[in-house]
């Protein structure tokens, strides 16, 4: 009985999918980044929009914690995303003292996909 509960409980986590469609907001206004997802191991490796802002995180159950970097501005930040079936919904701050909302579904808009995709994931 306990084998099947574990089954069940495995086969009812959602996967996390390696491309994403992210709208969300920040202290700017709007914006609206394709999200590209790799792992490694126990790690995920996250690229937004064409690689100016990367994270690492983990997931625990179904959410997925990110310590992030944008690598334009030199800001970080922390996300965590509920992972659902077809999309993530997360929050994050970048230490400002707010915190943020971003949804992202599954896919990416045609022509912003990053170039060096499957290569192995070296973060800067």
Same mark, same amino acid.
Not at 17 to 44: E, H, S, V
Not at 62 to 88: C, H, P, Q, T
């Given at each position: 009985? *306990?084998?099947?509960?574990? /089954?069940?409980? *495995? ?52 959410? *997925? ?10 800001? /970080?930040? /922390? ?44 973060? /800067?």
């Amino acid at each position: 009985m *306990l084998a099947m509960l574990v /089954v069940l409980m *495995l086969a009812a986590s959602p996967t996390i999918q390696p491309k994403y469609q992210c709208r969300g907001d920040t202290p700017q206004g709007r914006y609206n980044l394709p999200l590209q997802i790799q792992n490694k191991g126990d790690n995920y490796f996250l690229f937004w929009g064409n690689g100016e802002m990367q994270g690492i995180g983990f997931r625990k159950e179904n959410r *997925l914690s990110v310590a992030f970097v944008n690598l334009i501005n030199n800001g /970080v930040g /922390v996300i965590v995303y509920e992972i659902k079936d077809d999309s993530m919904q997360g929050y994050w701050a970048g230490g400002d003292g707010r915190i943020y909302q971003e949804s992202c579904s599954i896919g990416l808009k045609a022509g912003k996909e990053k170039e060096d995709v499957g290569r192995e994931v070296r973060m /800067v």
